[in-house]
């Protein structure tokens, strides 16, 4: 087999980067979905901010073993426990020739917080920024704050001037009805790569910025082309034909028909990314269903009634063809605050499943619409199908809406209501902690704290909103890590969602190449290096 690990993609890059320059080369790829937006702030999603983290940075970065480094800030020092110091890096320009200086960031963190803006949660981590000097600000947070920092790994800075000039103050909206905004097909940041030429569903075109204030970044590539390519069988035949140098997601039923061709590999690894489904638990009557006048999913013993009638193990099986780590937790083994013994999944009982609908007075089930992306995650529709087959023969009828990223997230974010009964969602902290997870999924929706906001379904309780603002203050690790266990087991035994699996790292890569694949299936360009 060629299949490789990211472990073993990062130490090439490490050998390659100690040996003399070769020559500056052009580096393709595509993903299955495109670019919903160039604005740094529209939506919370790992491939738009993974991507335009190679445009736009924070105060700090993630190196390829996902490890805070500096990036915009040179240090940082807590002055009291809810104040930080940053020290800002001079001499940084943006791709526009612009200075970086104390004032943009303090617009990009008021703009996080803008109408339209998907980063509410980030910028709330912080209450107030005050400038010290052009390169020194003194931020204060709500309360003690220990992954401040891991948090501004994805919270990006514009350039105030730039975005003042072209009336760009606010972020663009998720929900894509406010796609005049400038920066949604322009960007200006002071990252390695610059867009030239940005086509949306088409083609994006970046060059390498040759006055990036790091010298000493491994890759030897000038120019970067992405594709967006919707269809598996298509993205796999580009890799294969040399029209793309990688290619991901690769479905894992393909991995051997790369490992059967010359000059390509699969690409793998563990993501630290958890697939799972919602039930809106808020509204009196479900959007879509035909149960009108109450919520089935408000009673624990529908939810259980679903959880015990989804098969995990066969859909690893047959649909991640054995890939995937079924999961009872909503946070992988990477993650900070991760249970073991909360890992185990609910059990696959359809006729317990049947039992507790008839309990609950469905005993012959209902009809309710599931939201499903096509083109975000690891044969994301496949799983949606799987499931709707599964609920059928406990006599749920699913109506399954597969639509292509950018209509899903527009349909089921907060700006667009939280349009949803039923869902399918993946999360990756990108602080890689537990906290993360429980602000953003778990705790009751906030719209004035900037909380719970990707809790579409609004499951809450207010004992593990006790628990998840305690965690967040918290210093001490073992007195952290024991309220999420506490929080995370009140979850399980409420049902409030249902997790499915981590679904694996599931790149093809030309043996032309070599890239370091981050856990958060983050593609780096910095760390690509083209033969």
Known sequence: MKLRTGLFAAVAVAALAVTSPVQAKTFKFAFQGDLSSLDPHSLNESFLLGTLGNIYEGLVLYDNNMQVVPGLAVSWKTLTPTTWEFKLREGVKFHGGQDFTADDVIFSWQRAGSEGSDQKVRGAAIKNITKVDDYTIIAETPAPNPILVRDLAFLYIMDKEWSEEHGTTNATSATGDDKGNYANLNANGTGPFMVESHQADIKTIMKKNENYWKKDIPTNVTEVIFTPIKEAPTRVAALISGEVDLVYPVPVQDWQRLDEADGVKALAG??????????????????????????????????????????????????MRGAATPTGEMVAPQINGFVESLNTPYAF???????????????????????????????????????????????????????????YFGKVLETGGYDTSFYLLGWTPGTMDAENALSSLIVCQNKETKRGLFNLGNYCNTKVDELAAAVGSETDQTKRNAMITEAFQILKDEVGYLPIHQQPLSWGVSDGVTVSQRADNALDYRYVVVK
């Open 270 to 319: 563990p993501e630290a990314r958890t697939i799972f489904l919602g039930m809106d638990q808020s509204r009196d009557e479900l959007l879509y269903s035909n149960i009108k006048g109450k919520n089935p999913f408000k009673d624990q013993k529908v939810r259980a009634a679903f959880a015990h009638a989804i098969n995990l193990d066969a859909i690893k099986e047959k649909v």
């Open 349 to 407: 009982d359809p006729e317990k499943s049947k039992a507790l609908l008839a309990e609950a007075g469905y005993p012959d089930g209902f009809e309710v619409t599931m939201d499903c992306p096509n083109n975000r995650y690891v044969n994301d529709e496949k799983i949606c199908q799987a499931v709707t087959s599964m609920l059928a023969k406990v006599g749920v009828k699913v109506d399954l809406l597969a639509q292509p990223k950018s209509k």
